[in-house]
């Protein structure tokens, strides 16, 4: 099946300071999201991304699908941006996702 | 309040015991999942639905049961709890891209 890796394993970020989540999956991919499932387990969808670049705030991500990996980039950290964050795959229509392994994020105040 | 809500969120039971998770969503998604999440695995696929009435195998299905008959429910039951099915159990919809989720229900089988 489909291999999604996800670097760096652990990051620890002083607050104010920017940052970079990449994501590798193995083949092509009809469906990429990034989430981020905070201190208390709740899993928030981030974006929906196949392709393309797009931004939220102090959030944004970039896939770049025909290279197989996607990146997350958070600035200007806060520690309410603790917590770890997922990049899921789809092979198919019908958004059945394999997830990476995460990415866990402490921001120091 | 709209959305997707788990019921129960915490469930302690014994090994042999049948336990159902509840799981509703008032978005009127057609697609709706059931996950797992164990230290060391991860997030792993259990169970999906693209509608009611139509169920289909996720990577981990064993020892697990679904049934969709309304849009807005999607059950998930354990026949016959085993110690292995200790996990925090996550149901999500979508349409079809976004996927959200719900908040999760720990199960600790004893």
């Known amino acids: 099946g489909i291999q999604v890796e996800q670097s760096p394993p652990d990051l620890i970020l002083q607050e104010g300071a920017n940052s970079t989540l990449r994501c590798n999956f193995s083949d092509s991919v009809n469906n990429l999201q990034w989430f981020h499932q905070n201190p208390w387990g709740q899993l928030i969808n981030l974006f929906y991304?196949?392709?393309g670049t797009k931004q939220n705030g102090r959030l944004s991500a970039t896939t770049v699908a025909t290279e197989r990996y996607s990146l997350l980039y958070i600035s200007s950290s806060q520690t309410t941006d603790s917590g770890v964050y997922f990049c899921a795959v789809d092979l198919e229509y019908g958004n059945k996702l394999v997830f990476g392994a995460g990415t866990i994020l402490r921001v120091k105040s | 309040d709209a959305g997707i809500t788990q019921s129960p969120r915490y469930k302690i039971t014994e090994t042999g015991r049948q336990v159902t998770l509840m799981c509703h969503q008032t978005w009127s998604h057609s697609y709706m999942f059931w996950y797992r999440q164990d230290l060391g695995h991860g997030l792993r696929l259990i169970y999906y639905s693209a509608a009611a009435d139509i169920t289909d195998k996720g990577e981990v299905p064993d020892g697990y049961v679904v049934s969709r008959s309304k849009t807005e429910n999607f059950p998930l039951t354990l026949e016959s709890a085993t110690r292995s099915q200790t996990s925090v159990y996550f149901c999500a919809s979508s349409e079809p891209s976004t996927q959200y989720f719900g908040p999760g229900t720990r199960l600790l089988v004893l």
């Open positions: 991304i196949p392709s």
